[in-house]
């Protein structure tokens, strides 16, 4: 696999997964505009968040079906339409079937990672998918940084308009530089829904799946509703400077850029536990947001660190148990990330109404002891099971 295929795969990870999270620094700004009341903004990321969930459950399978180079391309199109959609909305309904479309074809991000598994010798698997996989965490988080400054000079449909470009962009570049793929013993459709849904039964995989919903409830509480207390009193902060948190994020998520290769030294049970372990800590630097916004970096730098680490450690080990359905597997373990963040975003924004910031803190470390606990009865399990 070379570099130029891992940097390309990257990118598309990178600016699919950013369709989804580029409207958290910015969600004030278009509730403002839309009409929507504080307390429901977290249904415009819930919108891109359940948009994902159905491409999941119907498209990832396709790419155990039909050519990914193609399939990665077409995605891209589409996203780039949803985020066109957004960016036009005179009104909320519109915003909302518009991060529903371009959520549900970012699912584009779970065949820029099967493929990458595909064709990944074994022993490189995880140095290439954490590699790849630094890219999703690169669009989740530079989003933010970018979001925030774009929607400052321009506001914040020039965030999905720029998104749009980038995204048809990247759909002709996949076209003309990524690999061929070349399957003798392609499954048929209705074969890899009911493999998808058989995955539902499997110990190990469940396991896993329960650690990423947990994980990214837990990450989603923080990135959906951190911009609510650093708005108001007594920080007052632009969206710009909102968005520069996202560097601390980046700066922990990059850190864990290794994790792949633990796991191909069999490490990932280990690494996943130590990594649950630091996210269950992270939350009580976080909690301090309301005196200081020290702890809050630190605590930023932790959790993201962490939610890389473990999201790698799954993946390797999935796609190492499953390694003949490796769009399959990824799609459904990215189920449980779909409706964790799902419900991290709509909490997080209900609760600080609520509780002020105090909530979000009591749930975001709630979420991570259930990752550690169902890690520790759970991870272990073989993939026989």
Not at 46 to 68: I, M
């Amino acid at each position: 696999m070379s570099w130029r295929t891992r940097l390309l795969l990257a990118v598309v990870c990178g600016v699919a997964v950013a369709s989804v999270y580029a409207g958290q620094p910015v969600l004030a700004a278009m509730g403002r505009d839309l009409g929507v009341p504080a307390g429901s903004l977290g249904g415009f990321v819930a919108a891109g968040q359940l948009g994902y969930l159905a491409g999941l459950a119907l498209l990832v399978p396709l790419g155990d079906v039909l050519d990914r180079r193609r399939l990665i391309a077409a995605h891209l199109v589409l996203v780039a339409v949803g985020a066109a959609v957004t960016a036009a909305a005179p009104a909320a309904w519109a915003a909302f079937c518009g991060l529903a479309v371009a959520g549900g074809f970012a699912v584009v991000v779970q065949s820029a990672v099967a493929f990458t598994a595909s064709i990944s010798p074994a022993a490189e698997r995880g140095r290439n998918l954490g590699i790849v996989t630094s890219g999703v965490v690169i669009g989740i988080l530079g989003s933010r940084v970018v979001a925030g400054v774009l929607a400052g000079l321009w506001g914040w449909r020039s965030v999905y308009l720029a998104l749009a470009v980038l995204a048809a962009g990247l759909a002709l570049l996949a076209l003309a530089l990524l690999p061929a793929d070349v399957r003798r013993d392609a499954a048929r459709y209705g074969q890899a829904l009911r493999s998808f849904g058989s995955l539902f039964g499997r110990p190990l995989f469940l396991g896993r799946g329960l650690i990423a919903f947990f994980l990214f409830a837990s990450f989603g509480t923080l990135w959906s509703g951190l911009a609510l207390p650093l708005g108001g009193a007594p920080w007052h902060l632009s969206e710009a400077q909102i968005g520069l948190f996202g560097v601390a994020g980046l700066a922990g998520a990059l850190g864990a850029a290794r994790s792949g290769r633990w796991g191909d030294a069999g490490h990932a049970r280990r690494v996943t536990g130590i990594a649950l372990a630091l996210l269950l800590g992270s939350w009580a630097a976080i909690g301090q947001l309301p005196w200081s916004l020290t702890p809050l970096v630190l605590g930023v730098v932790l959790l993201d660190f962490a939610v890389q680490a473990v999201h790698v450690s799954n993946q390797h080990a999935l796609t190492s148990a499953y390694p003949g359905r490796t769009s399959t597997v990824i799609g459904a373990y990215m189920v449980f990330y779909s409706l964790g963040s799902a419900l991290g975003a709509a909490a997080t924004t209900a609760l600080f109404e609520a509780a002020g910031w105090a909530g979000p803190t009591a749930l975001g470390a709630a979420l991570a002891l259930g990752a550690l606990a169902t890690w520790a009865f759970t991870a272990g399990r073989s993939p026989r099971g």
